[in-house]
């Protein structure tokens, strides 16, 4: 407890005061060791280590390992640690049934929330959230078999056969595979595409109490099984104030180039600062960045990259978010407000290019945060002072009364 932390149950006690704070926008709701946010500074780092450097000296499957276990691997850790999750990449065969249910124009996250509460009803032996055992394993299984699953939810939609998990390829090679590969002909992964993606899954790996992580601790409080409690992360993080904003980005990035492109940038950020429109600037803002999110630089410089690699440096999408940043930058508005772009404004051109389809990208991002989600569920359960999550209300509702007969109400 710092100087500008309270303890609220030292405070209050049980004397039946409580805080009011809609939005959680002053109220920590655990210790953690995983994740720090500087937001002033623009700063993140996993477990003490910065993300730029992460992002450049390590791949994803080492930052799952530091994020579930605290340290870097040594080479011996992460091979053993990256044979486990390779073990575990397909899922049981019924499974694809259960997604045969859905409409083919289902959306995709509804689709992996369906797939991945599912995922309980399969793997019994890891639904013991009590059982550090059953927790260690369920974290192996949902890290192996999200790609897995996205990758099947994408060839059902498009009505391609489903491809299988290649164990040899590296952790997004494998996912680009699944994604892309048809019986037809040979598929190689694309070393460029494949660590941007492998980027892209490490700054979205963790971002301590945000809506979704927050969402799977309450549920998890309740001692349900992991896969419930990451499915309700997932369901979370689909709307477009939180993980849905990188296809909202992109699908506002395609209206403006429809209404004109460049020329309609003007028009467009007056929209967004007029109050009375609803329209707001998606890939901008962040309730704790108060400047630059360090993520979305990192992605800025992998859209470079991929374009770059694909002969697509002038991508008009990408001239557009560019030419919006610099306005936003430079605009009272945003200046007055801390508004910067945060990782999903530059994320949905990355993906694009990489031939994700736009519905398909929250689904990206949930695959790359589950890691964060089991590991934020893994310290809260091991807290010996952890309690099942249960806020409080103001009630500001009717008063009692006494029930009519229905004749005379
Ligand atoms: N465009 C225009 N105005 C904005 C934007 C934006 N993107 N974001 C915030 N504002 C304005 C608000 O209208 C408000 O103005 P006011 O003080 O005059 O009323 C002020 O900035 C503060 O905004 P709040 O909504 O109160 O900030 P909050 O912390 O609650 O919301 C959020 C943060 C949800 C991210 C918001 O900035 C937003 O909606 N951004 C667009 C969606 C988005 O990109 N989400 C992704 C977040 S990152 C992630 O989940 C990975």
């Known amino acids: 407890v710092g ?36 937001g002033d500074k623009g700063e993140l780092l ?23 276990n605290g340290e870097l691997p040594n ?30 124009d289902a959306h995709p996250m509804a689709v992996l929330t369906g797939l991945v509460g599912a995922l309980s009803a399969f793997y019994h032996d890891s639904t013991d959230i009590n059982n550090p055992e059953h927790r260690k394993i369920a974290a192996i299984r949902l890290i192996a078999k999200m790609p897995t699953l996205v990758a099947m939810a994408y060839k059902y939609s498009i009505g391609q056969p489903f491809v299988y998990p290649k164990n040899d ?20 992964v694309n070393p460029v595409l494949e660590r941007a993606l492998d980027r892209i899954f490490i700054l979205h790996a963790d971002h301590e109490q945000n809506a979704s992580t927050s969402t799977v601790r309450l549920c998890g409080s309740s001692g349900t099984n992991p896969f419930a409690a990451i499915a309700a992360g997932v ?32 028009e467009f950020m007056e929209k967004v600062k007029d ?44 001239a557009l978010a ?21 990782v999903d404004f530059y994320s949905g051109i990355v993906q694009r290019a990489i031939g994700i389809p736009v519905p398909l990208f929250t689904a990206i991002f949930a695959l790359a945060r589950t890691v964060g989600w ?26 009692k009364r006494d029930v009519a007969p229905i004749a005379s109400r």
Request: contains cysteine; proline residues 4%; hydrophobic residues 35%.
């Open 3 to 38: 100087p500008d932390v309270i303890d609220i149950r030292k405070l209050y006690g049980q004397t039946g005061k409580f805080t009011y704070d809609p939005g959680f926008l002053s109220t920590a709701s655990c210790n953690s060791t995983i994740t720090y946010i500087d």
């Open 46 to 68: 996993y477990r003490g280590y910065p993300i730029e450097q992460l992002a450049t000296n390590c791949d994803f499957l080492e930052t799952c390992y530091l994020l579930l």
């Open 75 to 104: 080479q011996s850790q992460k091979d053993e640690f990256v044979g486990r999750v390779t073990n575990h990449t397909m899922v049981n065969e019924q499974m694809q049934f259960f997604l045969r249910g859905f409409r083919r």
């Open 169 to 188: 390829l590296s952790y997004s090679g494998n996912f680009l595979r699944m994604m892309f590969a048809t019986p037809c002909e040979e598929y190689k």
């Open 235 to 266: 369901a979370c993080l689909w709307g477009p104030a939180h993980g849905g904003a990188n296809e909202a980005c992109l699908n506002m990035l395609e209206e403006i180039q429809a209404m004109g492109g460049m020329s309609k940038v003007g």
């Open 275 to 318: 109050k009375n429109s609803g329209v707001r600037l998606m890939g901008f803002g962040h309730r704790v960045y108060k400047n630059y999110d360090p993520r979305a630089k990192l992605m800025q410089e992998t859209c470079n990259e991929v374009l770059a690699e694909l002969g697509l440096e002038n991508d008009p999408l990408f």
């Open 322 to 342: 560019k030419k919006l940043e610099q306005i936003a930058l430079e605009d009272d508005y945003f200046v007055q407000r801390k508004l910067y772009p945060n």
């Open 374 to 399: 089991i590991a934020q569920l893994d310290e809260m359960i091991g807290d010996p002072e952890y309690k099942i999550g249960r806020p409080r209300q103001l009630f500001v509702g009717a008063a």
